[in-house]
């Protein structure tokens, strides 16, 4: 399916119903740097529709342009409100455009995570999801679309496996809102038993509700990965084919990406409710 839509505009659209299928034909604008929707929005489009937000309050981190929001507000069950966050000011900007243009029930705000979101807010919330960055970078995350695929490094263990962002929201969420679910969407490159070990360290019980093949982006390194794999670390997950047929090291994914070869990996969308009590 192509999923970008030329129009007049140079950057074109994306449209709701194409993630959506239950949702109103919404035309999303794509913004200078704002994250594109792709293989990993379809992924968590997928997920999201799996489960029942019906009446329910939901809070999105790292909206975007508001792709997510469109589809999900204009489905025949939408939630009963709605927040979105980013840290990315244009990302605020255009899904506040698109709530206003198309009278969307819900709310658009700036924030880093769940910093700016009042607790009362969160007290209420009944859900939060989120497809963040998983790759920890040095980067000036001001710059063109680093905030899109990129994140700040805070000294865990799980930056190791361009999962520290992740952590960090799923700890913020245990603190102020232990009550809602979380549901994430991950790159399975880690290796589908680290995405569980992140859960469970965190109190939670995750359950795979989607499960995605996608290419590795030719762009991103995974030499990080090919380091770990080499001081013992052997539940990496590559594949050579997108039918997942054959596994390969994260160090042989790393020469196939440098060579221009075809690599692919898994996109697991991964739900869990509040914390254990």
């Keep these: ?11 074109g659209s994306v449209i709701a119903a194409d993630f959506y299928p239950a949702a109103q034909p919404i035309e999303v604008p794509l913004e200078k740097n704002v994250f594109v929707p792709d293989e990993w929005t379809l992924s968590l489009a997928k997920g999201l529709q799996q489960l029942d937000f019906t009446g329910l309050k939901v809070i999105e981190i790292g909206i975007g342009g508001g792709i997510n929001a469109a589809g999900l507000l204009t489905c025949d069950k939408p939630p009963a409100d709605f927040v979105g966050v980013d840290i990315f000011d ?3 900007t255009a899904s506040r455009i698109l709530f ?5 029930k819900g709310r658009v705000l700036k924030s880093n995570l769940l910093q700016n979101i009042d607790q009362q807010t969160l007290l209420e ?11 920890p970078s040095g980067e000036d995350l001001e710059c063109d679309d680093n905030y899109s695929h990129y994140y700040k490094a805070n000294g865990s263990d799980w930056d190791l496996y361009g ?14 809102a232990s009550q809602t679910g979380i549901t994430l969407n ?11 070990e992140l859960f469970f360290e965190l109190g939670r019980n995750p359950e795979i509700i989607h499960a995605e093949t996608v290419p590795q982006h030719a762009g991103t390194s995974v030499q990080s990965l090919a380091d770990l794999e080499g001081n013992g670390h052997e539940d990496f997950e590559f594949f050579k084919d997108e039918d997942t047929q054959h596994k390969i090291s994260a160090a042989c994914a790393e020469q196939r990406r440098l060579a221009g070869d075809p690599v692919f990996h898994k996109i697991y969308v ?7 009590r």
């Excluded at 399916?1 to 950057?11: A, C, D, F, S, V």
């Excluded at 991964?270 to 254990?276: E, F, K, M, V």
């Design 163 to 176: 999962l520290g962002l992740n952590e960090k929201l799923i700890r913020k969420t245990n603190v102020r």
């Design 90 to 92: 244009p990302a605020v």
């Design 1 to 11: 399916m192509n999923i970008i839509t030329q129009t007049n505009e140079e950057l």
């Design 100 to 104: 206003e243009r198309h009278s969307l």
């Design 125 to 135: 919330a009944h859900h939060i999801f989120a497809c963040i960055p998983q790759v």
């Design 186 to 196: 991950l790159s399975g490159r880690p290796g589908i038993d680290k995405l569980r």
């Design 270 to 276: 991964i739900s869990a409710p509040g914390l254990r």
